[in-house]
């Protein structure tokens, strides 16, 4: 059975094009005993950490395990969810507005001093250029801004910065701005561009507004990360597409051998605008750097690069060039040399572009298809590996004499994963303080190496042990589509709330006692106030009739731990989930007569069946209080 698999995956492997930079080993039985020790959590035992996983076009954050890469908990962010009832309330679904979906990227957890202060998860949406906010105190979407004015495909995002001051974003497509202009994108090169986008975090409350822009030529903007120490107040981004091709991209952005990648000088760009250098573009300061000089610089780095990670001390920032067999070393002492110096080897559009050899400390011969990097704080490069399906391990700078000769010394291990690695994550990796220890490879491909669950297949995560000299692959997991990256916060820096204390719930259909649920009439509009507790609604019947506008109001009047109710309503496409404390509300026109059932959707106890009750919507007229008025409801 078990040579089965194997000879099935490797023949998978060669099928799909894939090649794996190590041999894969049996696993001796002393290995597996030492991998299920490291990765087990016994019952009753908790995992170390979080691991917050973007769900990608699924629109929704994962929280996972570690160890374990146990699935826990799923945040709904930007799709409906009606496990928690998050887009059937009103609050979620104004929070979800006209959209039902979103892609999320790049979880961003808020930092203070360049480290994780457990406050805030941001995330992206590259579908509807937007940002959401999910609080740590509840684990729940509490803001989405956006769509993001002259922001289109906001994909490199969402990078924080060191002190949460802002998330800063780049726009994947470039297109005709104000948005609503149309052009034909065969005039792409003059008529289209791309932005920069700097999004205001109150360092209070977490809220995020729009603060200014930057606006770029018409590259694909690509990755990107903020720096810190000597890097503090700069951000970097790679682009494909410098070719400005607005057709086959495939073919047509793969033209030169290098693109020109952003070095940006944000808080440049925030003095810029303070000091009344911006233009106002649909509501927001834009900033165009041929104007303002020093805020943009372009350095070229090859091939269609992809990751763009500065590392914990803020000093290197290495570029991972999906067509190129290495990872670009850029040192920032001499990015900022150059742009006092003025090395320049040209300008793109007035935008001076940095002297490759003046800037780049050297090219690490990684392997094939190197994306994305992230660092230990020991010193340590990790480079996901798509083609070559693995993960490497190498060397930061400073680099020995000869090491520098030849930089494969540099490359210090490789571990192969399965299959095809795009993002990876290394625990603190994006602050001065990384906790190293784990390293979580996000697969693209599970390639059937999970039990056969039909054409749809899952990704696959994979947990390494980077505290040795050598990674050691621990275990895998299948996770939900599609992690593109992630964030691994130790559980001790964080201390959710498990219940709403009731003193905190400020919504003015509250009830909390049986004797103030009531179902009342003002004209056509009928609101009804429940109380849900164990295992009834007060009042558990709401009398209305066709035409009403019906509110209804239901609060979660326990203070226990997981004593969830639901409140779902037969064919109205309705289910509210209100935790401990919570009040929630719908609102809705009724259109259709008839008796229908509203009934508790979380068990909660053992007479949870009977948690029940009716919603009656009598014809015009009809009704105990005939045309006039009904109300009801048992208390
Ligand atoms: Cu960060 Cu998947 Cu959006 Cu790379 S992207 S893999
Ligand atoms: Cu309340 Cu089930």
Request: net charge negative; with cysteine; hydrophobic share 35%.
């Amino acid at each position: 059975m078990k040579t089965t698999i194997t000879l099935n995956t490797i023949a998978l492997a060669f099928a799909l094009g894939l090649t794996s930079c190590g041999k894969q080993t049996g696993m001796s039985q002393a290995e597996r005993t030492a991998n299920a020790v490291a990765s087990y959590v016994a019952p009753g035992e908790k995992d170390e950490y979080y691991l917050f996983y973007s769900g990608g076009h699924s629109g929704q954050v994962y929280v996972a395990g570690i160890p374990s890469l146990r699935h826990i908990s799923t945040i709904p962010v930007f799709a409906p969810y009606p496990a928690t009832g998050y887009g059937f309330d009103e609050e979620s679904k104004k929070l979800l507005g006209d959209f039902t979906w979103g892609d999320v990227h790049h979880p961003a957890l808020s930092q203070t001093n360049s480290k994780y202060d457990g406050r805030w998860l941001f995330v992206n949406d590259n579908a509807n250029n937007r940002i959401a906010r999910i609080d740590l105190r509840d684990f729940k979407t509490h803001q989405i801004l956006g769509p993001i004015p002259n922001s289109i495909g906001n994909h490199g995002s969402s990078f924080i910065t060191e002190n949460s001051e802002y998330i800063l974003c780049a726009t994947r497509f470039s297109v005709p701005l104000p948005k609503g202009r149309v052009a034909d994108p065969k005039d792409y090169e003059k008529e289209f561009n791309g932005m920069l986008s700097g999004i205001k975090v109150d360092p209070q409350t977490g809220e995020m507004k729009v603060g200014w822009q930057i606006l770029t030529p018409p590259f694909d903007w690509d990755l990107g990360s903020t720096g810190k120490g000597p890097s503090s107040g700069w951000a970097f981004w790679t682009s494909y597409n410098t070719e400005m091709a607005h057709d086959v991209l495939e073919v047509n952005s793969t033209q030169k051998d290098r693109d020109l990648c952003a070095i940006v000088n944000w808080r440049a760009a925030e003095k810029a605008v303070a000091d009344g250098k911006a233009q106002m573009m649909d509501g927001v300061p834009i900033v165009d750097p041929t104007k303002v000089p020093g805020i943009l610089y372009f350095v070229p780095i090859g091939k269609s690069p992809h990751g763009m990670d500065v590392d914990p001390t803020g000093k290197w920032i290495v570029a991972g060039g999906k067509l190129q067999p290495a990872t670009t070393v850029l040192n920032f002492e001499k990015v900022q040399a150059a742009v006092n110096n003025k090395t320049f080897e040209g300008d793109f559009r007035g935008i001076p572009i940095l002297k490759y050899e003046a800037v780049v400390e050297g090219e690490v011969p990684v392997g094939l298809g190197p994306l994305h990097t992230q660092y230990d704080g020991k010193g340590n490069a990790y480079t996901s590996m798509f083609i070559d399906s693995c993960i490497v391990k190498w060397k930061l700078p400073p680099w020995t004499d000869t090491e520098k000769k030849d930089l494969t010394k540099a490359v210090l291990d490789k571990v192969p994963t399965h299959f095809s690695t795009g993002h990876l994550v290394v625990a603190g990796s994006d602050t001065a303080h990384p906790y190293g220890k784990w390293c979580v490879a996000m697969n693209k491909l599970s390639a059937g190496r999970h039990i056969n669950v039909g054409p749809s297949q899952p990704e696959s995560s994979q947990l390494i042990d980077i505290t040795g000299d050598k990674m050691k692959m621990i275990s895998e997991a299948y996770t939900e589509p599609e992690p593109h990256f992630a964030q691994i916060l130790k559980v001790t820096d964080v201390q959710p709330t498990e219940v709403y204390p009731k003193d905190e719930n400020k919504d003015p259909n509250a009830v909390w006692d049986k004797a103030q649920g009531s179902v009342t009439r003002n004209g056509n509009q009928v609101t009804a106030k429940l109380m849900a507790i164990r295992s009834r609604y007060n009042p558990d019947r709401i009398d209305a009739q066709v035409g009403d506008e019906l509110t209804v109001a239901v609060t979660n009047v326990e203070q226990t731990r997981d004593m969830i109710h639901g409140f779902g309503l037969i064919e109205h496409n309705i289910n509210m989930v209100m935790d401990p404390g919570e009040t929630k509300t719908f609102h809705i026109k009724l259109t259709k007569p008839g008796v229908f059932p509203f009934y508790c959707t979380n068990f909660c106890s053992a007479l949870h069946q009977e948690m029940q009750g009716y919603l009656v919507v009598w014809k015009p007229g009809e009704g105990p209080s005939g045309a006039s008025g009904v109300s009801g409801g048992t208390k």
